[in-house]
C-alpha cells in the first residue's frame, strides 16, 4: 500500500522547489569552497534565529499566493505588533499570553484586508497597499518615531536567557511550519484554498465558499505576521517604530523563489521554506566570500527574476502539451 | 447578376479538434440585399461567420470579395475590405465618448498627429443622423440603451463604409419599436447597395427584412431560396431534416416516484420565470432550447447560484430553500455545468482531489482527511468510468475532454446525489466518449437517479430523454413525451410558436 504522502510526490510537478533547491546547494558549494569558516556553528545559528520570523511570515504569504492573492501590508502589520507587544509586555501581562494577544492582534488586521477583499470584491493589491500606508502612517503620528523600550526583563529572550531563547524562536517557526505542512495537505481546508485559488468560480461550484476561504486566508497571515513580530522583538532590548521595513517584500521573494506560482493554485511550504533559506543566507554568503554586501539585493532581484522567468517557460512547454486538450473546448455553438 | 455579387463562400471547411464545425458551407451575398441564415445551435452559423471576419481560418474552401479571391484573411483585412460585423452584445467602449468610439478604427493617423476633435465630432453627428438616431457623440457609450449602442455600431459601419454587414441576432433583445427601427436602418442601407448577412432565431421577422435566405444544418450548405418562396415551416423543416444519424444507447428502465418538483419557480437575477416541472427516479428529462433561452439559468437557480425568488422547489416530497451551492450539495442536488475546463474541474489539482472535492467534509477522519479513502474512492471511479490515466495523482489538465467530464462526474456522483443536473454534458468531446458518457447517464438513471439534461443537440436530447422540456424566454413552453417528441416540434417550441404549430 503506497503512503499517500510519497506517492503524491511527482518530481514534475516541484521542478520550482527542485530549482531553488539547486541553486541554494550551489550557493553552499561555492561557500564552502570560497570561504569555508562559513560552516560555522555560531554563523548558522544566527542565520536560523534572524530568519526564523521571516519563515513565518512567508508562511503565511504561501497561503494567500495559492489562494490567488497577496499582501504588501504585512511590513506595517510587523512594526504595530512589534510595538504592541512591547507596549502590553510593559503592562505586566504574562509572556504565554502575550504569545496568544499579539496573534490576535495580528489576525484582527488581517480580518480588515480580508473584508475588503473577500466581501467587498476589492483588488488584494490595492487593500493591502492602502493598509499598509494607514498602518505605518498611523504608527509614526501615534509615536512620533519614539521605540518602546524599558521592557520587564522576562521580556527579553522570554526571560529564558539567549541561547534558550534562541531555540525557543526556531522551535516555534519549526513547529508552525509543520502544523502548516500538514494542514494543506491533510485539511479540507488546505485543499479549500488550493481550489480557491486555481478557479474561485469551479470552487463554488463544488460547494465551497471562496470568500471565507480568503478572510480565513487573511487572517491566518495576520496572525502569523503577529506570532513573527513577537518573536522578533524579544531578540532586541529596544523595538523601533520602523521595524518590518521591506518584510513583504522578502516573503513574497521567498514564496515565489520557492516555486508557489504568482497567480495563485500551485506552491508548497517547502518550497517556501527552500526561498527562504536561500534568500536569507545569500547576504552573509557575499560577506564571507568578500564580495560587497551592497550586492546582496541585485543578487537576490535576479533570482526572483529568473525564479518568475522559470514559472512562465515552464508553463508555456506545459500548454503546448496539452494544447490538444485546450482546442477540444472551442464553443462551436449557435451564433451568439 | 454576377457582377452586383459581393461575396462569395464556396465549400468552406473547419474542424476544431476533430470535431467538423463546417462540412460544406457556401454562401454569396449581393450588393443590396438583405441575407438571411439560419440554422439550429451549432449548425456553423458562427463559425462561417468568423470565417468571413478573419476571426479563424478557413481549413479549406474558397472566399471572394467583389471577385477577388482572399488568401489570408484576419479581421483587419477584412475591415479594410468593407466587411464589418455586428453581434448580439455591442461591443463599444463605455468608458469612451459616441464619437470616440465611431471614430475608433476609422481615424488613421500616426502617434503624432493631432486629433481633430471637431471633425471628429461632426463626422459622428452626420453618421448618426444618417442611421436616424437622436443621440449625442459626447455620451459615454456605456450610458447609453442597447438599442442605442446598436445604433452606434451601425453608423460607425457606415463611417468605414461597410459594404458587407454581418447582423448577428441584431434583435434578439430589442423591443418591438426598437426592431421596427432598426429594419428601417437596413433597409435605408440596402437601398444604398451594402450586402447585409443576417442571422436571426426569430423566424417570423425574416419575410419582413430579408430577401433571401439559406439554411445550414450541421456545417452544410442545405439550400438557399428565395424569401417569398418559403414559409415557416419549410424553414423548420430545412434546419432539422436530417435523420438521427447517432445510435444512443438509451435503455428502458422503470420510472418511480416524482423527486424534484418545481412548482412556478422563477428568478429575477436569472431571467427565470414560472417554471414548473417534475423529474422522477430513473427519468431523463431533455432541457431544450436555443442559446438564451434560460436553460443553463433554470440549472444556476435550483442549485443555489441565483436562488429562486419565487415559486417553490420540492425534493422527495419536502419544500425546499435552496440559497447556495452548499445547501443544494446538502439536498442532494449535482450540478456538471457547462464549462468543464473552467467550472466543472480545477485543472491543476489531481484527478483524486478533484473528485473529492465537493465531499470533503465527509472524507474527514478526527478533522484530517482521509487519504486512504480518497484513493479507494477516486480509483473506484477511475475503474467505473474507464478514465484514461495513468495515476489518480495526474493533474485533470493532462487529460483529454472525455476524460475531464468523467472526472467532473465522478466528483458528483461522490456526493451520493438524487437529482443530476448535467449542463452540455457531452459539449466539444469526441464521439467515443459521448457514448460512454450517454451509456453512464443510462446506468444512473438505472440506480434510480432522477435527471435533469441541458443540451443544445436535439439529437441527443431527442437520443436520451424519457420526456422533453422545452424553454423559451425564460420559462418552459412545452413537455414533450419520448414518443411525441420530433425535431420539428421541439424547435417549433424553442423558436417560441407553440406546439401545435
Known amino acids: 500500500m503506497p503512503n499517500s504522502f510519497f506517492s503524491n510526490f511527482n518530481l514534475a510537478r516541484h521542478q520550482r522547489e527542485l530549482a531553488a533547491l539547486i541553486a541554494y546547494v550551489a550557493l553552499l558549494v561555492f561557500v564552502g569552497i570560497v570561504a569555508p569558516s562559513f560552516f560555522n556553528a555560531g554563523n548558522w545559528r544566527d542565520l536560523a534565529v534572524a530568519n526564523a520570523p521571516v519563515l513565518i511570515v512567508a508562511i503565511g504569504m504561501t497561503l494567500v499566493i495559492v489562494a490567488g492573492q497577496i499582501d504588501i501590508s504585512v511590513g506595517a502589520q510587523f512594526a504595530v505588533c512589534s510595538m504592541l507587544a512591547g507596549a502590553l ?18 489576525a484582527a488586521f488581517g480580518a480588515v484586508n480580508g473584508v475588503f477583499v473577500a466581501l467587498l470584491r476589492m483588488p488584494a493589491i490595492v487593500v493591502t497597499l492602502a493598509t499598509m500606508v494607514v498602518w505605518r502612517d498611523a504608527l509614526r503620528w501615534i509615536t512620533e518615531g519614539t521605540w518602546v523600550q524599558g521592557m520587564p526583563a522576562n521580556f527579553q529572550w522570554f526571560g529564558l536567557g539567549q541561547t534558550m531563547g534562541q531555540v525557543l524562536i526556531v522551535a516555534f517557526a519549526f513547529a508552525v511550519l ?39 486566508v487573511f487572517m491566518l497571515m495576520g496572525a502569523l505576521t503577529g506570532l513573527a513580530a513577537l518573536l522578533n522583538s524579544i531578540r532586541f532590548i529596544s ?42 543566507t545569500i547576504g552573509t554568503a557575499l560577506t564571507f566570500a568578500g564580495i560587497n554586501p551592497f550586492w546582496e539585493k541585485a543578487i537576490q532581484g535576479a533570482i526572483i527574476l529568473a525564479a518568475l ?14 494544447a490538444t486538450g485546450s482546442k477540444g473546448t472551442l464553443q462551436i455553438g449557435g451564433a451568439k | 447578376m454576377t457582377e452586383s455579387l459581393l461575396l462569395q463562400a464556396n465549400y468552406i471547411t473547419k474542424s476544431y479538434a476533430g470535431v467538423q464545425a463546417l462540412k460544406s458551407a457556401s454562401f454569396e451575398l449581393r450588393a443590396g440585399e438583405v441575407h438571411a441564415l439560419i440554422g439550429e445551435n451549432g449548425a456553423g452559423k458562427s463559425t462561417l461567420i468568423k470565417i468571413i471576419t478573419g476571426a479563424v481560418e478557413a481549413d479549406g474552401g474558397e472566399l471572394f470579395l467583389n471577385d ?56 459622428a453627428e452626420s453618421l448618426l443622423a444618417q442611421v436616424g438616431a437622436k443621440i449625442s457623440p459626447d455620451a459615454l457609450a456605456g450610458d447609453l440603451s442597447m438599442p442605442e449602442q446598436q445604433l452606434v455600431e451601425i453608423a460607425r459601419a457606415l463611417g468605414a463604409e461597410a459594404k458587407v454587414l454581418i447582423l448577428d441576432e441584431p434583435t ?62 419549410e424553414l423548420i423543416r430545412l434546419m432539422v431534416g436530417r435523420e438521427l444519424s447517432a445510435v444512443f444507447p438509451k435503455r428502458e428502465v422503470p420510472i418511480g416516484e416524482v423527486v ?65 451551492p452548499t ?175
Not at chain 2, 77 to 103: C, D, K, M, R
Not at chain 2, 296 to 320: K, S, V, Y
Not at chain 2, 339 to 361: E, F
Open chain 1, 239 to 280: 523595538i523601533p517604530s520602523n521595524s518590518g521595513l521591506g518584510l513583504e517584500m522578502k516573503a513574497i521573494a521567498a514564496v515565489v523563489v520557492g516555486g508557489t506560482v504568482i497567480s495563485g493554485g500551485r506552491g508548497t511550504l517547502i518550497g517556501t521554506l527552500i526561498g527562504t533559506a536561500l534568500l536569507g
Open chain 1, 178 to 216: 509543520v502544523a502548516f505542512y500538514w494542514a494543506l495537505g491533510n485539511l479540507g481546508a488546505g485543499r479549500a484554498v488550493y481550489a480557491v485559488g486555481s478557479e474561485p468560480e469551479a470552487a463554488r461550484l463544488a460547494g465551497i465558499n471562496p470568500p471565507r476561504v480568503v478572510l480565513a
Open chain 2, 327 to 501: 445547501q443544494a450539495i446538502q439536498h442532494g442536488i449535482a450540478y456538471v455545468p457547462e464549462d468543464r475546463r473552467r467550472h466543472g474541474v480545477v485543472l491543476d489539482l489531481p484527478i483524486s482531489h478533484n473528485i473529492t472535492l465537493a465531499t470533503l467534509n465527509r472524507l474527514a477522519k478526527f478533522g484530517a482527511l482521509d487519504f486512504e479513502r480518497e484513493r479507494e474512492l477516486s480509483v473506484e471511479y477511475v475503474n467505473r468510468f474507464a478514465v484514461k490515466t495513468p495515476t489518480t495523482f495526474a493533474p485533470v489538465a493532462t487529460l483529454s475532454g472525455g476524460n475531464q467530464q468523467k472526472v467532473a462526474l465522478s466528483r458528483w456522483l461522490a456526493t451520493e446525489p438524487r437529482v443530476l443536473i448535467l449542463d452540455e454534458p457531452t459539449q466539444g468531446i469526441d464521439v467515443g466518449a459521448k457514448s460512454e458518457i450517454h451509456t453512464l447517464m443510462c446506468d444512473l438513471a438505472e440506480r434510480g437517479l432522477a435527471i435533469l439534461m441541458i443540451s443544445s443537440e436535439l439529437p441527443e436530447v431527442l437520443g436520451m430523454s424519457d420526456r422533453i422540456a422545452v424553454m423559451h424566454a425564460g420559462t418552459i413552453v412545452g413537455v414533450l413525451s419520448r414518443g411525441n417528441a420530433t425535431q420539428q416540434n421541439v424547435l417549433s417550441l424553442a423558436l417560441g410558436h407553440g406546439a401545435n404549430a
Open chain 1, 89 to 106: 509586555a510593559k503592562t505586566g501581562i504574562p509572556m504565554p499570553l502575550l504569545l496568544l494577544l499579539v496573534p490576535l492582534i495580528g
Open chain 2, 172 to 233: 434578439a433583445s430589442l423591443s418591438e419599436e426598437d426592431t421596427n427601427n432598426l429594419f428601417r436602418v437596413i433597409r435605408e442601407l440596402r437601398a444604398r447597395g451594402v450586402g447585409m448577412i443576417y442571422i436571426s432565431h426569430r423566424l417570423e421577422e425574416l419575410p419582413l427584412i430579408a430577401d433571401r435566405v439559406t439554411v445550414l444544418r450541421d456545417g452544410n450548405t442545405i439550400e438557399t431560396r428565395a424569401m417569398n418562396e418559403v414559409d415557416r415551416q
Open chain 2, 68 to 123: 477577388q479571391r482572399i488568401t489570408a484573411n484576419s479581421p483587419q483585412y477584412s475591415h479594410s475590405l468593407g466587411i464589418a460585423a455586428i453581434y448580439q452584445q455591442p461591443a463599444l467602449f463605455p468608458e469612451l465618448t459616441v464619437a470616440e468610439n465611431i471614430a475608433f478604427g476609422l481615424e488613421r493617423h500616426g502617434l503624432w498627429s493631432r486629433i481633430d476633435w471637431r471633425k471628429r465630432r461632426q463626422r
Open chain 2, 260 to 324: 424534484l418538483e418545481l412548482r412556478n419557480v422563477g428568478s429575477q437575477a436569472a431571467g427565470v420565470r414560472d417554471v414548473s416541472l417534475t423529474v422522477r427516479a430513473g427519468e431523463i428529462v431533455g432541457l431544450a432550447g436555443l442559446v438564451g433561452a434560460g436553460r443553463t439559468e433554470l440549472a444556476r437557480t435550483l442549485f443555489g447560484l441565483t436562488p429562486a425568488d419565487e415559486g417553490e422547489i420540492w425534493l422527495n416530497g419536502e419544500r425546499l430553500t435552496i440559497n447556495s
Open chain 1, 309 to 322: 522567468a522559470s514559472d512562465v517557460v515552464l508553463s508555456r512547454i506545459r500548454n503546448s502539451e496539452f
